[in-house]
């Protein structure tokens, strides 16, 4: 048995005055599909849940513990030298708050009455005090990275929405973030129990620009009704296609019971 979910659902009149929470994933996921969107966050119809990427995961939390060691020590890691970034990694007494899963940098959106949410990976800053957002990656690729798919325009918007919230806490923010990319090598002889891994800098100019009328786009949304069927959305198309299937058995077992009835589906 299915139950809907009731806890942090959209009320058009309680959250009139009292502020919504919204997380960057959920900004992502009304770009794909607003009626999901809209099913989630406002009827509580969850979509069906991803497994764990595990090993990413872990890729993130070693890559993190790296950088902790210079960050500590105030100096450049080896690898942003290496691709001539002249920063160090950020000491805050934010950090590891702005880095926690469900807390992440927190921004009220007066106009929308929300409250942004993003967890950073990390972020780094240069020699004139800009803040560099960075996002760690884990991939297993052979050849070159592509950056024209769908989910790396995905991790651009990403990027760009953790620019936007530290901006608007007031913080000065380069437009240059940087993604951290470990890209599993599979040219090795034997696994000898060790993922290998080759490690690249790749640095993104964002824009933040199209967050702002995507939130109250949002905000229209979760105050209106549930949007059409996006044909070009997989769960939507899955929903669709069951319930039509569900509406053709239940007639047939109808017809079935009509004498001399030839029924051809």
């Known amino acids: ?46 979509q069906p849940s ?69 967890a950073v990976d990390d972020i780094w800053k240069d020699k004139d005090g800009n803040l560099m957002v960075v996002d760690y990656k884990a991939t297993s690729v052979n050849g070159e990275i ?15 929405i953790y620019q936007w919230l530290l901006r608007n806490l007031g913080h000065k923010v380069s437009d240059t973030g940087y993604f951290v990319y470990a890209n599993g090598r599979k040219d090795k002889e034997a696994f000898d129990g060790k993922l290998e891994f080759n490690v690249q800098i790749f640095p993104y100019k964002g824009s933040d620009k199209w967050i702002e009328p995507l939130i109250m786009e949002i905000k229209k949304c979760l105050e209106g009704n549930l949007p059409p069927i996006n044909e070009k959305c997989e769960f939507c198309i899955y929903r669709k296609s069951a319930a039509e299937f569900e509406q053709v058995k239940s007639k047939t077992k109808i017809l079935k019971k009509i004498p001399n009835l030839t029924l051809e589906i």
Request: hydrophobic share 40%; glycine share 4%.
């Open 1 to 46: 048995m299915y139950f809907r979910r009731v806890k942090n659902l959209y009320n058009p009149v309680v959250n009139q005055s009292e502020p919504f929470k919204l997380s960057r994933s959920k900004i992502e996921n009304f770009t794909r599909c607003p009626r999901c969107f809209y099913l989630d966050r406002r009827l509580g119809v969850d």
């Open 146 to 160: 592509d950056w024209d798919s769908e989910w790396k325009q995905a991790y651009r918007r990403q990027l760009e």
């Open 50 to 118: 991803m497994p764990a990427f595990t090993l990413n995961s872990a890729v993130d939390a070693l890559l993190k513990k790296e950088f902790d060691i210079y960050r500590a020590a105030g100096t450049t890691h080896p690898l942003m030298k290496h691709y001539g970034i002249d920063a160090i990694p950020l000491a805050h007494p934010m950090m590891n708050e702005w880095r926690e899963n469900f807390v992440g940098i927190q921004f009220f959106h007066r106009p929308s009455n929300f409250i942004l949410t993003g």
